[in-house]
């Protein structure tokens, strides 16, 4: 009798699986942990994840719902779609009802299900988070990069899409848009967004707005395009960023109603998938929406550090020489190290991969390569997200200072201490340049 191996063949796996591996944020972060564990002092500016706690109302209201078992709607809870609307309203101007609204077990699987109902072409600007691409490319949808430039702080411009839908107009196309953006940190002006909306107008483009940064937006004056391009834009977010419960799963889609067929096949697929999202995460989810004086105060206090610890490691980093633009939300910067490219070729690095690898072994400072986002593997480009700093230390101590208090260099000092030493050891490693370089 013939025996079934364990190890089947590649032939038996789906081609558009073969060849994949764990997305690199996750397994940054695996492999930092098993450093770690070998003695070492890692640093880890890797996995995007909020250093800050879940805001303390909205824990309680999750020990207050633990008992909640049962399977819940598959679009999700009743009233949870209900302050998910009227928090949508009244942050971002997007009018929309509740049924207009989609729950999922984060955001990145209703990413997934849009991709999988949806049947067009899959634009993608160039840097983007990691999985945009290879969850269209695992469903076997036709993947377009749109590259983006430094020039143009990496932001798309209306130019790049409008020369690249006029060779096909009527072809059907989603837009992937994220802002403020992961990997760079820099986000949109709404004249900007306006002048985008006009070239997904003329060509019927429908977009996917991930905005699941918009309440990280340090001047707290984020635009959503929503508003300009009501009848084709689906906004997608959660609460693991601004709310710091990435480990909780909740994301959310807000969709017109023009384009209700797409969400309601979603829901017919997450029917027979996941069914519905945990009922005591969504529960506690609607006070997050819901808001509130503790909330604001914590997002403020958020928006605060972030900014102040961006700006500082920005200024670490322009003084060896790195070219890096200061981040406007969010925890990324997307730094680009073209300047030291031939002392580092004198080491044998001359790709991103080459030189986060290197970083690694040598300092312990784990960041992510450029290539990972998009980016030619020669572009010596790389993601780094600065929050390894004990966020709950953060926000107590913010609590006692008064509120307009600016911070300083010793309060990131005290208080977030690894990214900068983190930052220091990035410095001390680059190779000097050669004089007259």
């Not at 909205?58 to 999700?76: C, D, H, I």
């Not at 819901?290 to 900014?307: N, V």
Request: with cysteine; net charge neutral; aromatic share 8%.
């Amino acid at each position: 009798m013939k025996k079934l191996c364990a190890n089947a063949p590649q032939s038996q796996l789906n081609p558009n699986v073969q060849g994949l591996t764990a997305s690199s944020t996750i397994a940054i972060q695996e492999r930092c942990r098993l450093m770690s564990l070998e003695g070492r002092d890692i640093y880890k500016l890797g996995l995007g994840q909020s250093p800050f706690p879940v805001p303390e109302s909205v824990t309680e209201e999750l020990r207050k719902n633990a008992f909640q078992k049962a399977y819940l709607p598959v679009k999700g809870l009743p009233e949870l779609r209900q302050a998910v609307a009227q928090h949508h309203q009244r942050t971002f101007g997007i009018e929309c009802s509740p049924e207009n609204v989609l729950i999922g077990p984060g955001s990145k699987e209703l990413m997934f299900l849009m991709q999988l109902v949806y049947n067009g072409d899959i634009l993608i600007p160039a840097p983007s988070w990691v999985s945009y691409k290879p969850q269209a490319q695992i469903i076997g949808r036709n993947v377009v990069p749109l590259t983006t430039h430094a020039k143009d702080e990496w932001r798309l411009t209306p130019e790049q899409l409008e020369a690249l839908c006029k060779e096909a107009p009527d072809r059907p196309r989603l837009l992937i848009l994220n802002y403020p953006s992961n990997p760079t940190g820099r986000t949109y002006t709404r004249t900007e967004l306006k002048a985008l909306t006009e070239v997904a107008k003329k060509y019927k483009i429908i977009i996917l707005s991930d905005e699941i940064y918009a309440k990280l937006n340090y001047a707290n004056d984020h635009s959503s395009i929503v508003p300009l391009h009501p009848d084709g834009t689906i906004f997608s977010g959660g609460i693991s960023k601004w709310c710091g419960a990435g480990g909780w799963r909740l994301g959310v889609f807000v969709v017109p109603e023009c384009l209700r067929w797409l969400l309601d096949a979603m829901a017919a697929v997450a029917s027979e998938t996941f069914t519905s999202t945990s009922a005591p995460i969504q529960y506690a989810a609607i006070k997050a929406f819901q808001g509130g004086p503790e909330i604001d105060e914590y997002l403020m206090h958020s928006r605060k550090t972030l900014k102040a610890l961006g700006d500082t490691i920005v200024k670490q980093l322009r003084a060896a020489d790195v070219t890096v633009l200061s981040p406007q939300g969010g925890f990324y910067i997307f730094p680009d190290f073209h300047v030291h490219k031939k002392t580092l070729r004198a080491r044998g690095i001359t790709t991103s991969a080459e030189l986060c690898e290197r970083l690694l072994e040598d300092t312990g400072v784990a960041i992510l390569p450029g290539s990972d986002f998009g980016r030619p593997p020669e572009e010596l480009t790389a993601r780094l997200a600065f929050v390894d700093f004990d966020g709950t230390r953060v926000l107590k101590t913010l609590a006692s200072l008064p509120m307009d208090e600016e911070i300083g260099k010793e309060f990131l000092q005290e208080h977030c201490r690894p990214v900068l030493r983190a930052v220091e050891l990035i410095c001390a490693w680059l190779p000097q340049k050669p004089p007259g370089s």
